[in-house]
């Protein structure tokens, strides 16, 4: 009778479901096939789902159950609250057989033995037979129960585990994707503790949760037990770690983002108290929470996974994994393991883009966090503080309110159904409400560390998760509109389409349109956006005897060791995060053309920069690279643009040298990239010239012989070849890039470089905006056009038609 009821974790796979449950057959399936990989999992044992029922017979509790569940309306949160509490006091005043006792202690006290301990502690998890199928995601539904010690704790977790099959979310679950109460079953895992609360711990997906891109894992971390990255009560640290190029050997972090770490759950010290909440030292809160070998070994850990539940499945199965460190042994260890539920059931045909419509409204921004999925929702605040479980029946909430809180509960769900978008001041990507948002489709931003304090309760906002991976919430309802694109519809065209893409965030979305490549990835967004800082007060700040501006950038770089360092790592990654969103086609990559008055406003700006009568025609580009007062901060973006490609692998890079007036200035800018370690040739570096001004095209024939490639910037090119300030509303009537004198310009250097045999491409505005002059380019023999992503649909239709008429 005891070996039905207590498996060792070992003995039971992935077959085993009706028998212990999602969680546990995953469990088991690893440790009896993915161990000899190196894979380390805790060990322990399984209380059946036949224990589960035998404890339900032995209390006479199945016809009870069937009857209160009988009475149970859906909708009535009072009638679900009501059920569920019967439900549960039912379950966790029963008593075990003896023999089931006894089989437990057995099991237990032999796991004392295996570890050395007296009373070894355990994790105590639920696991459903239904909760972890790739058609139903029940994340978060059973109990949890950490740091259980002893025979008499233990019993009563295994209780409340039971219980937690009738929890008022999961009742609501099962009702809502139409699951049989009765044919779901409950085994608990007893599993030996990893000590991550002297470490840290975290939750591994491997595919990118808002956009589906499947070539990266992601990694959410943070200090202390994992419970409190799944709640969201913290905001976790985030490592992207790019698959193709780690499988080739290569170190691939492509990016790396400090959280909001201020506190820690642990074991408590208290009698009767097993885990506790702490506050972080600040010293702690400032570096990551494990070390880059950690996220390699942790990534390669998950690819294995994901490529082990694939092959037993026989299809693309990316996984949802939950990882530990132990503080004691310093080893890295997964605990849990589960198929993503969301995005590999899509099947992407089409792409929903969503269009705002409002220019002005970056004016609007009163909250910033991390976007959840890619919609957009417009509502009234509904602020939510605290909500025990008894006061939910009497909570009024409007459907299509903005559910705004600390972090979510999971008792919440049947109030998250009915908003329209959901906004909180903690948790990560991976957290409790970023799951159930995008279970129910609707947008969230999280980790927003101080809406609850801005945001009034009746005050109409918009939600906006449709533009990269910071989602913004606007003062006031944002007019926008769906544009629905059929990927299916798209034509095939000889001409190479490429895209202009600044934003990292958006990287990842943008890699299933089928673009070949990237035409132009602007240094300056990222600058601007991720970095924030001039690189010469990174550099040189404590030299400037400006106590606040190094106060600035000491907050600035936490979790890196110096300004230099972070500036190179933080672009490097930027560019990578891009680079690896197309890889292996081609990236160029255009080096930094901010002019000086953009330079000035960075961070500490004010100390390195020239006041200029003409910017735009000034000390930009090029004649930065070689100047002696600039060409440190250039040396960085050379060991930036050196690490993305010799160090994380993505030799697709091209790199691209901005506002270069002469051949013998390109020549300058090659000697300071050699100094820092970049060459022309070597390891397949390619490097091409922004042809944007009007000497590029007449000396093209000199140019050629140093380059491999041009890339007109139409925008530049059309203002200096017509000799006017495009940014001047008096003669912007006259500004027009199909001019005659602009298009005999482009056509003179398409001729040349044909003649040169390199590449000649544009990425400009023009071939965006109008398609008569993307026919213009085709039939002078341009190679490739690169367009921004909200005009790829158009341009391709209108290259199809042109080509089609040739």
């Not at 600039?630 to 690490?643: N, R, S």
């Not at 544009?762 to 905006?769: E, K, L, N, T």
């Amino acid at each position: 009778m005891g070996q039905q009821f207590i498996l060792p974790l070992h003995e039971v796979g992935i077959h085993d479901i009706d028998i212990v449950g999602g969680k546990n057959a995953s469990l088991g399936e690893m440790l009896q096939n993915l161990t000899k990989l190196g894979i380390a999992i805790p060990g322990g044992f399984v209380i059946t789902v036949a224990a589960y029922k035998a404890f339900v017979d032995h209390n006479q509790l199945d016809t009870v159950i069937r009857q209160k569940v009988g009475e149970l309306v859906l909708d009535d949160i009072h009638s679900l609250q009501e059920v569920g509490e019967s439900v549960r006091s039912f379950i966790e005043n029963g008593d075990f057989p003896s023999s089931l006792v006894a089989d437990i202690t057995l099991a237990y006290n032999q796991l004392c033995e295996l570890y050395g301990q007296e009373m070894v502690d355990v994790a105590v998890r639920s696991s459903a037979t239904a909760e972890d199928l790739p058609d139903a995601s029940f994340a978060g539904q059973q109990e949890t129960f950490l740091n259980v010690s002893g025979v008499e704790s233990l019993l009563l977790c295994i209780k409340k585990c039971f219980a937690s099959l009738f929890t008022d979310r999961a009742i609501s679950y099962r009702q809502s994707f139409g699951y049989d109460h009765f044919l779901v079953g409950l085994s608990v895992c007893i599993q030996k503790m990893v000590r991550s609360d002297l470490a840290a711990s975290g939750v591994a997906f491997s595919i990118d949760t808002e956009s589906g891109f499947k070539n990266a894992v992601i990694i959410n971390g943070s200090l202390g037990l994992g419970e409190m990255v799944v709640q969201g009560a913290v905001s976790p640290d985030e490592f992207i770690v790019f698959k193709p190029t780690l499988e080739k050997g290569f170190p691939s972090i492509i990016e790396k983002k400090l959280g909001n770490k201020d506190k820690k759950m642990v074991y408590s010290s208290q009698p009767g108290e097993r885990v506790t909440i702490v506050p972080v030292a600040e010293s702690e809160q400032a570096q990551f929470c494990i070390n880059e070998s950690q996220i390699l070994q942790l990534a390669k850990w998950v690819m294995q996974i994901e490529t082990y539940y694939s092959s037993i499945k026989n299809h693309w199965c990316p996984m949802d994994v939950e990882w530990a460190v132990d503080g004691l042994t310093g080893g890295l260890f997964i605990v849990q393991a589960r198929p993503e539920t969301i995005h590999s059931r899509k099947q992407p045909t089409s792409i929903t883009e969503y269009i705002i419509e409002d220019k002005k409204r970056h004016d609007k921004i009163i909250v910033e966090g991390i976007a959840v999925g890619d919609k957009i929702a417009s509502g009234k605040v509904r602020m939510l503080h605290t909500l025990a479980k008894h006061e939910i029946q009497n909570f009024e909430f409007e459907a299509g309110s903005v559910l705004v809180t600390d972090m979510t509960d999971p008792d919440w769900e049947p109030i998250m159904k009915k908003a329209s978008a959901i906004i909180t001041n903690k948790g990560g990507r991976t957290c409790h409400a970023a799951i159930v948002a995008r279970e129910l489709g609707v947008p969230a931003i999280v980790g927003c560390g101080n809406a609850t304090e801005i945001l009034q309760a009746g005050q109409v906002i918009t939600a906006s998760c449709a533009e990269g991976e910071v989602g913004y919430v606007y003062d006031s309802a944002i007019p926008f509109h769906e544009e629905i694109y059929d990927l299916t519809s798209l034509p095939e065209i000889k001409t190479p389409v490429l895209m202009n893409v600044a934003s990292p965030s958006k990287a990842f979305h943008f890699a299933h349109l089928p673009s070949k490549g990237i035409g132009l990835a602007r240094e300056e967004f990222i600058i601007n956006n991720y970095i924030q800082a001039h690189p010469l007060a990174l550099m040189q700040h404590e030299q400037m005897n400006d106590a606040d501006l190094t106060a600035s950038i000491r907050h600035l770089i936490r979790g890196y060791e110096s300004g230099e360092r972070f500036f190179v790592e933080k672009l490097a990654q930027g560019v990578a995060k891009i680079a690896a969103a197309f890889y292996p086609n081609k990236v160029i990559v255009r080096f930094s053309d901010f002019k000086s008055n953009e330079y000035f406003n960075l961070l500490g700006g004010s100390y390195f920069e020239p006041h200029e009568e003409n910017p735009m025609i000034g000390w930009r580009g090029a004649s930065r690279y070689y100047s002696e007062k600039y060409q440190a901060a250039f040396g960085l973006e050379c060991m930036a643009i050196k690490k993305v490609r010799e160090q994380l692998g993505l030799d697709n890079v091209v790199v691209m040298v901005p506002f270069c007036r002469t051949p013998e200035e390109l020549l300058q800018v090659y000697g300071v990239m050699e100094k820092y370690g970049l060459k022309r040739g070597e390891n397949g570096l390619q490097v091409y010239v922004m042809a944007e001004l009007p000497s590029n095209v007449l000396l093209a024939d000199d140019f050629a012989k140093h380059i491999d490639g041009f890339s007109i910037g139409s925008n530049d090119l059309t203002q200096l070849t017509l000799g006017l300030d495009r940014d001047s509303a008096l003669v912007s009537h006259l500004y027009n890039e199909r001019n005659p004198a602009v298009k005999k310009m482009i056509s003179m250097l398409i001729t040349s470089a044909k003649k040169a045999g390199i590449v000649v491409g544009i990425c400009g505005q023009g071939p965006s905006d109008f398609p008569d002059f993307s026919q213009f380019l085709v039939e002078e023999g341009i190679d490739t056009i690169s367009v921004t992503p909200d005009a790829f649909f158009k341009t391709v239709k209108a290259i199809h038609q042109i080509e089609s008429k040739m």
